[in-house]
T-cell receptor, first 113, second 113 residues
Framework: NAGVTQTPKFQVLKTGQSMTLQCAQD?????MSWYRQDPGMGLRLIHY???????DQGEVPNGYNVSRSTTEDFPLRLLSAAPSQTSVYFC????????????FGEGSRLTVL | QQQVKQSPQSLIVQKGGISIINCAYE??????FPWYQQFPGKGPALLIA?????SEKKEGRFTISFNKSAKQFSLHIMDSQPGDSATYFC????????????FGQGTRLTINP
């Protein structure tokens, strides 16, 4: 049982490049989300999904796209990377409905030059 | 806009002492208040959580105190140990069933041996 798996763990991009951060979970969780972590800012919600085929924006969605074609996978796409997107990105999953534990991946550290 | 404010940003406590981290929230549409613990290079992991109809919850050395009228909650770590050294995040769940969490800024806790 792997939990939440994120790839890659580290990535360096040049301004304007695009890339996809991958996230997969094997716990059959309906809810998945992406957060970014920046010093002094805590974790901020980028996008989330309450089930396959359903996505919605969080607090800081600009510059990012998501899709949820299966229950297991929730990729995050950076369309045209900017230095302001330098951050550590965390994918998380949970059961939907009653308050329940959010399970996080180990993070993807992205640097945009 | 940060709806959950956490303090202090960093905290140093001697082994065996009590660590106290405070959080305050502004939005009343929260229905669950978890605390997450994060070690370097890892994703956050749920430590303890409380619902707003409870004033205190204790699990081992960890206690959450919750003051609904003041919109404040705090984490107390009794008999703090060097292994407790980590970053701690308070959070609040938006009460729409989607498991969206709003996080505080984080507290880096160091326990000196």
């Amino acid at each position: 049982n792997a939990g939440v798996t994120q790839t890659p763990k580290f990535q360096v991009l040049k301004t304007g490049q695009s890339m996809t951060l991958q996230c997969a979970q094997d716990m059959n969780h309906e809810y998945m989300s992406w957060y970014r972590q920046d010093p002094g800012m805590g974790l901020r919600l980028i996008h989330y999904s309450v089930g396959a085929g359903i996505t919605d924006q969080g607090e800081v969605p600009n510059g990012y796209n998501v899709s949820r074609s299966t229950t297991e996978d929730f990729p995050l796409r950076l369309l045209s990377a900017a230095p302001s997107q330098t951050s550590v990105y965390f994918c998380a999953s949970s059961l939907r409905g009653q308050p329940s534990e959010l399970f996080f991946g180990e993070g993807s550290r992205l640097t945009v030059l | 806009q940060q709806q959950v404010k956490q303090s202090p940003q960093s905290l140093i406590v001697q082994k065996g002492g009590i660590s106290i981290i405070n959080c305050a929230y502004e939005n009343t549409a929260f229905d669950y208040f978890p605390w997450y613990q994060q070690f370097p290079g890892k994703g956050p992991a749920l430590l303890i959580a409380i619902r707003p109809d409870v004033s205190e919850k204790k699990e081992g050395r960890f206690t959450i105190s919750f003051n609904k009228s003041a919109k404040q909650f705090s984490l107390h770590i009794m008999d703090s140990q060097p292994g407790d050294s980590a970053t701690y995040f308070c959070a609040a769940r938006v009460s729409d069933g989607a498991q969206k969490l709003v996080f505080g800024q984080g507290t880096r806790l160091t326990i000196n041996p």
